[in-house]
């Protein structure tokens, strides 16, 4: 798995993920969320259109992220969920939850 972040002004990050988001990978993805709010980016796009495979344990790091980023004051929304991320989201009822979004500047219009 890739992962980059960029940070955007407003406090801002946009995190991007590439390959398979699993049990092996959650903990990156999970360290990457928690590495842009200390770096005070409380608010953090995760683009998935590079997930080739979402599974329970990646979904599990992106709710740890959502908790932690709202616990300091932001939120999580993901940007352009790939089709098998966004069924894993559909059939999981997580997509209310989890807001999806076609870019970062729809996502936090402020960034």
Request: net charge negative; glycine share 10%; proline share 4%.
């Given at each position: ?5 960029v ?9 991007t ?8 990978t959650a ?7 928690e ?11 995760v ?8 599974d329970?344990s ?6 740890a992220?959502?908790k ?7 939120d ?5 969920p790939a ?6 989201l559909e059939?999981?009822?997580?997509g209310?939850?989890?807001?999806s979004?076609?870019?970062v500047g729809?996502?936090?219009?402020h960034?």
């Amino acid at each position: 798995m890739d992962i980059t972040v960029v940070h955007h002004p407003f406090g801002v990050a946009e995190v991007t993920v590439g390959g398979r988001l699993n049990m092996v990978t959650a903990a990156r993805m999970r360290e990457a969320i928690e590495q842009a709010i200390d770096a005070n980016h409380p608010n953090v796009a995760v683009d998935l259109s590079q997930v080739v495979f979402l599974d329970s344990s990646g979904l599990g790091a992106l709710v740890a992220g959502l908790k932690a980023v709202r616990a300091s004051g932001g939120d999580l929304r993901l940007v352009r969920p790939a089709e098998q991320a966004q069924l894993v989201l559909e059939l999981t009822n997580m997509g209310s939850v989890l807001q999806s979004f076609d870019s970062v500047g729809a996502a936090f219009p402020h960034a």
